[in-house]
C-alpha cells in the first residue's frame, strides 16, 4: 500500500504557542487531503479538505483561522494548530486521496499543557 | 453517504474467524462498502471494500447480502494482532468524497 508519513508523532506544546504538524506522501502524489482529529474515546472526524494550490474547507465548526492547512504541493500538507489550548489537545490523522483510494497517516498526538 | 450500524463491542478466541457484521440498509447503488481498523493510536488501516460481490484478499472476506443492506467481515484465524476498533463505511469512490467514520466495533482477541 501507499505509505504516507506524519511528523512529529507526538508534540507536547504549552498553551498559546503554534504547532505545526507535516504529512507526506511518499509514494504517490495527492490532489486532495483530508484533516482529521480524534478525541480519546471517540471516532475519527474529519476537520477540513483541501486540495493542492487551492484554500482548504473547513469543516462546521473548525475554526479556519486557527486551523491553518497548507497544501502546496502534491506529496506534501501541512496543519499548524494557532494559539493551541488544552481543548486542542487530540489525535490529528491525514488522510491524502489517490485515485479511487484514501490513504491514511499515521496520527500525529498533540497535547497542549 | 449512507450511515452504518455495526455493534460497539466483541470478543473473539485467538485462532477463531472473527466475525464482524454492519448494517447499511440506506446504501445506493453507486456506494461502496469499505472496511478499515484503527490500532490504538494509529492511523485507520484499510482492509477491503466491495460495491455487491463478496471480495477476499490477503486479510479479510467481505461478504454482502444480495440486497446489499448488510455486509460481514471475516478475519478468518483472528490473532491478538487483530485487536482493533473495526469500521464500516459505504462511500462513493469520487476523488473528493473523504470517509465518514461512524463509531465502529472494538474487537477483542482473545488468548
Known amino acids: 500500500g501507499a505509505v504516507v508519513s506524519q511528523h512529529p508523532s507526538r508534540v507536547i506544546c504549552k498553551s498559546g504557542t503554534s504547532v505545526k504538524i507535516e504529512c507526506r506522501s511518499l509514494d504517490f502524489q495527492a490532489t486532495t487531503m483530508f484533516w482529521y482529529r480524534q478525541f480519546p474515546k471517540q471516532s475519527l472526524m474529519l476537520m477540513a479538505t483541501s486540495n493542492e494550490g487551492s484554500k482548504a474547507t473547513y469543516e462546521q465548526g473548525v475554526e479556519k483561522d486557527k486551523f491553518l492547512i497548507n497544501h502546496a504541493s502534491l506529496t506534501l500538507s501541512t496543519l499548524t494548530v494557532t494559539s493551541a489550548h488544552p481543548e486542542d489537545s487530540s489525535f490529528y490523522i491525514c488522510s491524502p486521496q489517490a485515485p479511487y483510494e484514501q490513504y491514511f497517516g499515521p496520527g500525529t498526538r498533540l497535547t497542549v499543557t | 453517504d449512507a450511515k452504518t450500524t455495526q455493534p460497539t463491542s466483541m470478543d473473539c478466541a485467538e485462532g477463531r474467524a472473527a466475525n464482524l457484521p454492519c448494517n447499511h440498509s440506506?446504501?445506493?447503488?453507486?456506494?461502496?462498502v469499505y472496511w478499515y481498523r484503527q490500532i490504538h493510536s494509529q492511523g485507520p488501516q484499510y482492509i477491503i471494500h466491495?460495491?455487491?460481490n463478496n471480495e477476499t484478499n490477503e486479510m479479510a472476506s467481505l461478504i454482502i447480502t444480495e440486497d446489499r443492506k448488510s455486509s460481514t467481515l471475516i478475519l478468518p484465524h483472528a490473532t491478538l494482532r487483530d485487536t482493533a476498533v473495526y469500521y464500516c463505511?459505504?462511500?462513493?469512490?469520487?476523488?473528493?468524497?473523504?470517509?465518514?467514520f461512524g463509531k465502529g466495533t472494538r474487537l477483542s482477541v482473545i488468548a
Open positions: 463505511i459505504v462511500s462513493r469512490t469520487s476523488g473528493n468524497t473523504p470517509l465518514v
Open positions: 466491495g460495491l455487491k
Open positions: 440506506t446504501i445506493s447503488g453507486n456506494e461502496y
